[in-house]
């Protein structure tokens, strides 16, 4: 099977991490900015580096924009010209794209515009940083709607030694428990009467709210 192509437009702080990070998975990655200087920095590290203005199609067209399957727009600061190339793009027929807002407004510009997926990075890392803080038994926050989240939540000394059963956060919180890690195994489907042990870490998906209450009642 021919490996995936990635197309990473914009080599800001984002775009330039998701275009190394792909690069180091193993992925061909084409990066493009308009900035001569970005592109000089991460030519070294990228499959093809091409310095283009996203907002001219003539360009894109020229760059085989269209063979590419996933294309990222990680212009942040620029909103005219994300959305200029998000447009662009998706009237070119590009599978998957997927493009960084920078607020929630050109959030919804941009999933009216059709991009597949829309992502907040720093809004999204704000809300990890802020419940790993307050709770540090947060291990990790993955927010799955506006309503629902994931939460990786260690055991904590209030939790040891009791079972599922016993903490009954689905009565209490309306949370799920839906897996229970110990080191690199996952137990996909926990033993309710299983007493946990201070190693494990519970995968729990809730409503933001009732997660809320549920990091408060167990530090
Ligand atoms: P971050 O916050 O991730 O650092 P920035 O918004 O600062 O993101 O960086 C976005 C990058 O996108 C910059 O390197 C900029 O040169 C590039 N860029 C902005 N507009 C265009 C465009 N029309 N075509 C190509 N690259 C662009």
Excluded: W
Aim: hydrophobic fraction near 45%.
């Amino acid at each position: 099977m021919a490996k995936k192509q990635y197309a990473i437009i914009g080599m800001g702080r984002f775009g330039s991490s998701v275009a190394t990070a792909l690069t180091d998975m193993g992925f061909d990655v084409l990066a493009i900015d308009s900035n001569e200087q970005r592109i000089q920095e991460i030519s070294n590290i990228v499959t093809h580096a091409v310095s283009a203005n996203s907002t001219d199609e003539d360009a894109l067209r020229a760059l085989g924009i269209r063979n590419f399957e996933v294309v990222v727009v990680a212009i942040g600061q620029d909103i005219q010209s994300s959305i200029l190339t998000t447009l662009i793009l998706k009237d070119l027929g590009i599978p998957t794209l997927i493009v960084k807002a920078q607020n929630e407004l050109h959030g919804k510009v941009l999933q009216k515009i059709g991009a597949d997926k829309v992502i907040f990075p720093e809004r999204d890392m704000g809300l990890r940083v802020a419940h790993h803080l307050t709770s540090p038994n947060i291990l990790d926050y993955i927010e799955l709607s506006d309503d629902y989240s994931i939460v990786e939540m260690k055991v904590s000394d209030v939790m040891i030694g009791k079972n599922l059963k016993e903490l009954d956060v689905r009565a209490r919180f309306g949370c799920n428990v839906m897996a229970i890690k110990t080191g690199a195994k996952m137990n996909i489907s926990p033993n309710a009467n299983q007493p946990l042990d201070k190693e494990d870490v519970l995968v729990i998906l809730g409503q933001k709210d009732d997660l809320i209450k549920l990091e408060l009642a167990f530090s």
